[in-house]
Structures are given as C-alpha cells and as structure tokens.
C-alpha cells in the first residue's frame, strides 16, 4: 500500500520534467543533438552528429549511446535524453538494422560499417 504512494509521488514529480516535442528515436538513426555548454558566464549550444548505436528505456532516465568517427577515432557519447542541458535533438537519416544494440560497430572500418538507409 505504501510503495503504490510513494511510487505514484515519484511518476507525477517526474513527469513535470519529461521533455514532449522529442522525435522518435530508434537505433541506427543518425542525429544531431545540441547540447548547451557553459563557458564562464556565457552559454552556447555545441552539436554532435553520430549514430545511434543505443538506447535505454527508462522514464525520465532514458539515454542514447551516439558513436562518431573523427579523424579515423570512434568516439561515442552516453546523453540523458530529458536533461535540460540537452537542447535539441534532430534526426537525419534512418537506417535500417536488425539489432537492439549496434555495438559491432565498433570493430567495423570504412565502408564496412555503413547503415542501410531507409527512405519515408
């Protein structure tokens, strides 16, 4: 009887902070997703484009693993999907994978780690 309260005081104090106007997100999609930097007192929005090789389901706890190569390194990139620092995210391209976690790609070189992309 308790947890159920409790449990019902943590969905409605989180749900004032889920973020609505996001796009559906899937594994394989490409995305540029904008993310606010503070500098001193200044605050600017720096993007990262990359492939979504991730993603867990959690609420307000949902994140994307993003994989980028940038001069011939892979770097990848856990962001918290509903955090405020997190400005925009936009997606660019769909490809089309049969896996829920893509993390072969990262033993993949050149062409070989292309996606097959998928056209709406």
């Not at 490409?30 to 503070?38: L, M, S, T």
Request: aromatic share 6%.
């Amino acid at each position: 009887m308790l947890k159920l309260k409790t449990q019902k005081v943590i969905d409605a104090i989180e749900s004032k902070f889920i973020k609505k106007d996001l796009p559906t997100l899937k594994i394989g999609d490409n995305v540029r997703i904008g993310v606010k930097i503070i500098e001193g007192t200044k605050e600017r929005v720096q993007f990262y484009e990359g492939t979504i090789i991730a993603k867990k389901n959690s609420s307000i706890n949902m994140t994307i693993t993003v994989r980028k190569i940038l001069q011939g390194i892979g770097i990848e990139r856990v962001f918290l999907v509903h955090s405020p620092k997190i400005d925009s995210i936009t997606v660019l391209r769909s490809s089309k994978v049969r896996r829920a976690k893509l993390y072969y790609l990262r033993n993949l070189r050149g062409k070989a780690s292309r996606l097959k992309q998928t056209f709406k």
